[in-house]
């Protein structure tokens, strides 16, 4: 880390926290022994009117030993991939539920809620290549707007009340520029393909909380300050407008701010970050953690410390967002590291395993998992 990002980082109220803890060395390469649970991380969560729960896939759901700690931690379910257009709509107009149905039924079995991710994805990246390959013809606009309509209505028919949050729109602000991202659908519509979606959504389901969630995180720095930007002018512009935005989700995929070598997370802005999520409040927004991990590819390799440092970090974050009342619900994105998405989207230099999650590969809680139980009982009660 350069000179002035340690002294930044420092500086920070919400990063002492995290550097007060962890950075000594130690050799000994084997994980922290944790206690096993009593109580799960929902039972604690919900003692404070918050849910709590993870990002469930296929993969998961078919693997027995998440599902048992599922039981054990989760109140709240949602599908990793199974609910994006790409798998519910994989051709136009041809419907396919059975992935996510099968994830929504274990929810149900275990008296877990669910929460829905997500109706529109806005980024050229993450739409089926259908979409992305459409021939709008020769009155884009409207084409554009029953694409998304027809596939936003018949996903939130199909579930009804059984899926009370969804987020609406996903990324739809580019994390560079804070500008609307280019799509197959944003070139016609421009910002009005997030509000056809929402408006969609909350047609087919009154009652349900509609969220815009995004990535935008308290990083330091330019890229960091415009993307927040992006998305309080976004959320402002739909307010404006009457747009039916109940809530913003906040990923929490933390840590991407480290670089390799770096020993650490980066440079972090809390007092702009407070003043992002008080000026969303101020809109009358609530808040949910929809998506925690923590990237570690910027720290040692020694595993005691990476786990150590990943668990302050956690806890900082946590006990900063949970002072926010407004949140009502911590998911994370994943349960165990092996099959995180980190492993391949963040690896690490080294080529070592990332431990971004609160399970280890051998089904073990982490440190992790401690520091989110720890701020579970330390926040204030919503
Ligand atoms: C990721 C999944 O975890 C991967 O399996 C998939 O290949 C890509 O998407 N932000 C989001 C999530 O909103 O949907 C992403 O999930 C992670 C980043």
């Not at 404070?48 to 599922?70: C, L, S, Y």
């Not at 009502?328 to 395993?353: I, M, N, Y």
Request: proline fraction near 7%.
């Amino acid at each position: 880390m350069a000179e002035l990002d340690r002294r930044h980082l420092l500086a920070a109220p919400f990063a002492l926290a995290v550097a007060g803890c962890g950075s000594t060395a130690n050799n000994s390469p084997a994980p922290i022994p944790q206690p096993v649970p009593t109580e799960g991380l929902h039972a604690l969560a919900s003692q404070k009117g918050v849910a709590f729960g993870f990002a469930m896939g296929t993969g998961q759901f078919n693997d027995p030993r998440v599902r048992e700690i599922a039981k054990l931690e989760c109140g709240l379910i949602v599908c990793e991939n199974e609910h994006k257009w790409p798998a519910t709509e994989p051709a136009e107009g041809r419907f396919d539920f059975r992935a996510g149905d099968a994830i929504v039924a274990f929810a149900e079995q275990n008296r877990m809620a669910m929460r829905g991710h997500t109706l529109f994805w806005a980024s050229p990246r993450w739409l089926p290549r259908w979409v992305t390959n459409y021939d709008l013809g020769s009155a884009p606009a409207s084409k554009a707007a029953s694409l998304i309509t027809t596939h936003v209505q018949t996903v939130a028919r199909h579930y009804g009340d059984r899926i009370p949050t969804w987020d609406a729109v996903n990324e739809a602000i580019d994390n560079d520029t804070g500008q609307l991202r280019d799509t197959v659908l944003s070139k016609p519509l421009g910002v009005q393909c997030v509000d056809i979606a929402f408006r969609a959504a909350r047609e087919a389901l009154p009652k349900a909380k509609l969220v815009y969630n995004d990535f935008m995180s308290w990083d330091a720095g330019r890229t960091a300050a415009a993307h927040r930007d992006g998305v309080l002018r976004l959320l402002e512009g739909m307010k404006a407008r009457n747009v039916p935005v109940d809530a913003l989700g906040i990923q929490g995929h933390i840590g991407g701010g480290g670089q390799p070598g770096s020993g650490g997370f980066g440079a972090l802005d809390e007092s702009a970050w407070r003043r992002f999520l008080d000026e969303a409040r101020g809109m009358g927004l609530t808040f949910q953690i929809t998506e925690l991990d923590v990237q570690d590819r910027g720290l040692p390799a020694e595993v005691t410390t990476r786990d150590r440092e990943v668990a302050a970090h956690t806890k900082a974050f946590l006990d900063m967002m949970l002072s926010y009342k407004e949140v009502d619900q911590v998911l994370t994105w994943g349960l165990v590291d092996h099959q995180s998405w980190v492993q391949s989207f963040f690896p690490r230099a080294d080529g070592l395993p990332v431990r971004p999650l609160p399970y280890d590969a051998n089904f073990q809680p982490k440190p992790m998992r401690e520091a989110i139980a720890a701020a579970f009982r330390a926040a204030p009660a919503r």
